[in-house]
């Protein structure tokens, strides 16, 4: 209880100061207390077993920083019930602002993406999420999200990830896990409240394995993959999906460097349900989804069908056709910035970056694998010209190989 965590804390630190063990009305009690560390930054503890106590703290500092819109960030509102110490320097800017009627909703202003507060299966009920989350299988996660919610990719769900120790970072690197004496769940618990400490899909399937998709585990922070039968936890998310770096959410793994990759919006989607991509910059209209998968109107469903060179030539519908080598090679991004976010069709992707290497909230579920062009080699009547969004190269293959297709309308 409280006098036992005041007992710890005054052995760790005894410089500690304006510490007190408060009733509640309920008959709990509440510690609150204050200490600095060796930079001389101020470090608070709040400790009570009342939910409503805490909910009540929580709400009285949210409160405060409402006239600004701004829901904080670490340092700024106090840690979930139970938890251990925040620091103010944790973030040199607010983070997280709440919308809706009900504030229901939390914008992250870093990525510009808007996520439920609750896990799928929770009620926010005005203050907190009550029940209990929900696990799903990973295709019944895609499929189940509302219109106008998805289920985030790798990249934007580890975005989430709070190491409360700092270590090694307060917002770590997506390739790393928290460290030190950290507080769980690892999330902002103020914005997203009793958040299972556990597994949670993104939308991102594992590249080198059908059968597994990545999660995140906000019980110590890390990024992983897990079989896609197994049931794990859902939080929706939603924007981040028009734009490019410059104006929406970095996509799996990426880091803020990534909001520098463009000057413009890149993508604008069209079509009654917006399965058409079309690029700002080249003017061209893609197909969201591989050849052989289904827009369900907010992901792209089933498995891609693969094809031998002069069949992937002959299959288009009416009005749409197999991209040229460059054409396909636009679409190719490297979230590692190197050589550049769009390179050069001359180079593969370089650094530490994400696969498939291409813009996933355009276009989501694409194999991490070849598709064909429709430009043949020139060297070779039986080689064609195919573009590797596992790596980002850009290759030349025989005509009767079986490869990936994303159909192309408008630019010539």
Partial sequence: GPEEQWRKLKTKYPGLYDDSILANKDGSKTLQAK??????KVITYFYSTSPAACNAYQQNRLDSQHSAGMAGGPGATPPRRGATEFTASSSSNERYRFVGKDQEIVEDIRTKLQWQRCSLGQTWNGATCTGEATEYKWDEAQRIAPAGW????RGELAS???C???????WKPTSEDCEG???????????????????????????????LAWYVNFGRGFVYSGYKPKASYVRLVRGGEAGD?????PPRGATEAAASASPHERYRFLGKNQGIVEDTRTKLQWQRCSLGQTWTGAICAGEATRHEWDE????????????TKEELASLVYCSSGQPAYWKPPSEGCKGAYDQPTIWSAAFPNTPASWFWSSSPDANGANGAW????????????????????????GGQ
């Fill in 312 to 323: 992937a030539r002959r299959i288009a519908p009416a009005g749409w056709r197999l991209p």
């Fill in 245 to 249: 770096p410059a104006t929406s959410s």
């Fill in 386 to 409: 195919y573009v590797d969004f596992e790596y980002g190269g850009v290759y030349d293959g025989n005509k009767g190989n079986a490869r990936y297709v994303r159909l192309v309308r």
């Fill in 150 to 153: 998805r289920l985030p990719t």
């Fill in 35 to 40: 200490r600095q560390d060796e930079a001389g």
């Fill in 181 to 211: 004496a950290y507080g769980k769940p690892t999330i902002w618990s103020a914005a997203f409240p009793n958040t299972p400490e556990n597994w949670f899909w993104s939308s991102s399937p594992y590249a080198d394995h059908a059968d």
């Fill in 164 to 170: 409360s120790s700092g270590k090694p970072a307060y």
């Fill in 160 to 162: 989430l990830v709070y």
